[in-house]
Structures are given as structure tokens and as C-alpha cells.
């Protein structure tokens, strides 16, 4: 089974953390809340990442032999620089893009 990997897009600081940009920091923090889970900050990856299940039917944090692993992601990087982090976390999880 597939890892998912979600990637929050936002700025790094405290400058940011209420920006509009932000949103995709803010959307993967209420995800790994549901999931009962937290960030954890991997250095290779210039990220924040936590690591959980989802189920067929979309439940974050969810468990079962379906459920495949997911992993969430902020990029420690900005915006524009976020390609870098997301390419290897993508070779890291061997999550391979989708459509």
C-alpha cells in the first residue's frame, strides 16, 4: 500500500503564522489534531512532519488493515524554495506523485 504524503504550503516564523499564505500550514495542523498526532521536525527534509493512517473513507488517525500510512508535511523552507523539501520527502516515504 501507498504512502500519502501531504504537504502544507506556508511561510516559516512567526512573521507568517497568521498569513494568508499560511493556510496549507494551518489545514495540515487541524489534520494531524483529528489524528491525534504532532509535528516533529526532520532536518534532511527542511520540514515538520508527523506520521498517521488514513482510512478508505477518510478518517484521519484512523486504523485497520485498509488503512493506508500517511504523512504530513510543513516545509521549513519558503514558499518559492518548497519544491526541495517536497522532492525529498516524496524519495524519503517512496511516495511517488499522483494525479
Given at each position: 500500500m501507498s504512502t500519502w504524503l501531504v504537504v502544507g504550503l506556508g511561510n516559516p516564523g512567526p512573521t507568517y503564522a497568521s498569513h494568508r499564505h499560511n493556510v496549507g500550514y494551518q489545514v495540515v495542523d487541524e489534520l494531524a489534531a483529528r489524528a491525534r498526532t504532532g509535528f516533529a521536525s526532520a532536518q534532511k527534509l527542511r520540514a515538520e512532519v508527523c506520521q498517521t493512517r488514513i482510512t478508505p473513507s477518510g478518517?484521519?488517525?484512523?486504523?485497520?488493515?485498509?488503512?493506508?500510512?500517511?504523512?504530513?508535511?510543513?516545509?521549513?523552507?519558503?514558499?518559492?524554495?518548497?519544491?526541495?523539501?517536497?522532492?525529498r520527502a516524496m524519495a524519503y516515504y517512496d511516495s511517488p506523485p499522483s494525479s
Open positions: 478518517d484521519v488517525g484512523g486504523v485497520g488493515a485498509l488503512a493506508a500510512k500517511l504523512v504530513l508535511m510543513k516545509s521549513r523552507t519558503y514558499m518559492n524554495e518548497t519544491g526541495l523539501s517536497v522532492q
